[in-house]
């Protein structure tokens, strides 16, 4: 059987399989399916992930699975279809844990080979009232889904019901994701140490001359080196004003000397992300435009993660941060006016384009409602998500002196809500200018 590489304890996926089952009550059913392996070409296939509604209830990290949950059931609660054991597929595609593997190690109350799915889940449905699903999620398995309610609804006559109610799964689901236990935030701080100290190596070898592309293969080195083989998002590196483009990640240019670079990358451990952004100089040396940039940029960032506490509303970090950077853009010239009124006007807004923040957890941007009942949603003890203020001067940004142009600052940490207030995860990477310059500068003469 294959080893398990699972670092939550088994104990964690069945409090969360229980907590669901609680809330969803007798008489019901959740089918969740994992992801599909995608083909790049011929034989070959992209990397598979886990779909995280799946991993985050099961654990389970193979392809052609669905878990089904029927709370009350007698024969056990939590089933799993997965693909049998096959000692020659096994020698190609590696090793699989097979039914007895499922029940074994990923503590499946019954386990049943997956080709069998159609045969034996109609007959799961039958007397269950409603039908917890992600409807739409899956083209093919919606298919097969209406194909099962219709042969189930044929018998009637028998005395058979069929469900009468389709509930969205991820509303429930999705509510238990956004509140992280222990082990999850143990998880998500090992992971933000690792990109953190990846971020800190990059400002340690960083020199003019070298390319984006290889900044990014030695974060992927530092992260692969300490265990973290998988990254939450492509990376950008985004040298002089390429660091701009918010979403840049063509990674090809040289780094020129007197350029700022912005790296926004993280690793993926175990299905948990990290996402950090550091900008720092090319040289080693901010000039005095990017120091002052920079530093409104940290200063924002610092007052945004000052309303990371109980009772704060999901956008508070961003007013408060759009405030220190309307009031600082004011003093550097680059806005002129009221402040009160510069912010009605969001005159900001072609320097700083983007929210403040996005939940964190499985996904990168993670799962969770940002408005409850049309108000903004109040922050609570469990809850991860990032501070990212930037400021973006385009190379053409017209009505801005020439000096400010083709600067892009991004800092991003990943910040956990505590009872007290909150807890930085990400802050091993260096983000004071003194702090960045000492540690690019460290061992050079």
């Known amino acids: 059987m294959p080893p398990t590489n699972r670092p939550?304890?088994?104990?964690?996926?069945?409090?969360?399989?229980?907590?669901?089952?609680?809330?969803?009550g007798a008489d019901s059913i959740a089918i969740i399916p994992t992801a599909r392996e995608q083909l790049r070409n011929n034989d070959v296939h992209f990397p598979f992930r886990p779909d995280s509604d799946f991993h985050y209830l099961t654990g389970f990290p193979e392809a052609d699975a669905v878990a089904v949950l029927i709370p009350?059931?007698?024969?056990?609660?939590?089933?799993?279809?997965?693909?049998?054991?096959?000692?020659?597929?096994?020698?190609?595609?590696?090793?699989?844990?097979?039914?007895?593997?499922?029940?074994?190690?990923?503590?499946?109350?019954?386990?049943?080979?997956?080709?069998?799915?159609d045969e034996i889940l109609p007959r799961m449905l039958e007397q269950c009232e409603r039908v917890f699903y992600a409807m739409g999620c899956d083209a093919q398995l919606d298919?097969?889904?209406?194909?099962?309610?219709?042969?189930?609804?044929?018998?009637?006559?028998?005395?058979?019901?069929?469900?009468?109610?389709?509930?969205?799964?991820?509303?429930y689901l999705h509510e238990l994701r956004l509140y992280k236990s222990r082990s999850e935030i143990a998880l998500m701080r090992r992971c933000a140490r690792i990109s953190a100290n990846a971020h800190r190596h990059l400002m340690r070898v960083c020199q003019p001359g070298m390319h984006e592309?290889?900044?990014?293969?030695?974060?992927?080195?530092?992260?692969?080196?300490?265990?973290?083989?998988?990254q939450a998002y492509p990376a950008i590196v985004g040298g002089g004003a390429n660091a701009c483009v918010l979403h840049y990640i063509e990674n090809d240019q040289t780094l020129n000397d007197g350029d700022l670079v912005l790296i926004d990358a993280g690793c993926e451990l175990h299905c948990y992300a990290s996402d950090i952004?550091?900008?720092?100089?090319?040289?080693?040396?901010?000039s005095p435009e990017q120091r002052a940039l920079y530093e409104l940029v940290l200063e924002a960032?610092?007052?945004?993660?000052?309303?990371?506490?109980?009772?704060?509303?999901?956008?508070?970090?961003?007013?408060?941060?759009?405030?220190?950077?309307?009031?600082?853009l004011v003093k550097l010239g680059l806005l002129e006016g009221r402040v009160p009124r510069l912010l009605r006007d969001e005159a900001y807004k072609p320097f700083y384009m983007h929210r403040t923040g996005h939940w964190l957890g499985m996904d990168v941007h993670d799962v969770g409602n940002y408005k409850v009942d049309g108000e903004w949603r109040e922050l609570e003890p469990g809850m991860v998500l990032t501070i990212e203020p930037g400021l973006y001067i385009a190379p053409r940004q017209k009505g801005?002196?020439?000096?400010?142009?083709?600067?892009?600052?991004?800092i991003e940490d990943d910040v956990l809500?505590?009872?007290?207030?909150?807890?930085?995860?990400?802050?091993?990477?260096?983000?004071?200018?003194?702090?960045?310059?000492?540690?690019?500068?460290?061992?050079?003469?």
Not at 8 to 23: G, I, Y
Not at 89 to 103: I, K, M, T, V
Not at 400 to 410: E, L, M, Q, S, T
Request: proline content about 4%.
């Open 8 to 24: 939550l304890p088994a104990s964690e996926f069945r409090r969360r399989r229980r907590q669901l089952m609680r809330m969803m």
């Open 72 to 117: 009350g059931r007698k024969q056990g609660q939590y089933i799993l279809f997965c693909r049998e054991r096959d000692p020659q597929a096994e020698q190609w595609e590696g090793r699989r844990a097979g039914q007895e593997g499922a029940r074994e190690q990923y503590a499946a109350d019954d386990a049943f080979p997956i080709g069998d799915l």
């Open 143 to 171: 298919r097969r889904m209406s194909t099962w309610i219709r042969q189930v609804r044929r018998k009637a006559r028998a005395g058979i019901s069929a469900p009468l109610e389709f509930i969205a799964l991820d509303h």
């Open 213 to 230: 592309y290889q900044l990014e293969a030695e974060f992927i080195h530092q992260c692969s080196q300490a265990g973290a083989r998988e």
């Open 277 to 286: 952004t550091r900008t720092f100089p090319v040289n080693g040396r901010f």
């Open 301 to 328: 960032q610092l007052a945004a993660i000052d309303e990371v506490k109980p009772g704060n509303h999901w956008n508070a970090p961003h007013e408060r941060a759009v405030k220190v950077l309307t009031r600082g």
């Open 400 to 410: 801005v002196a020439k000096k400010w142009r083709g600067i892009g600052i991004r």
């Open 417 to 445: 809500v505590t009872r007290d207030g909150h807890d930085v995860l990400s802050g091993d990477a260096p983000k004071t200018v003194e702090a960045i310059e000492a540690t690019m500068n460290e061992g050079k003469t």
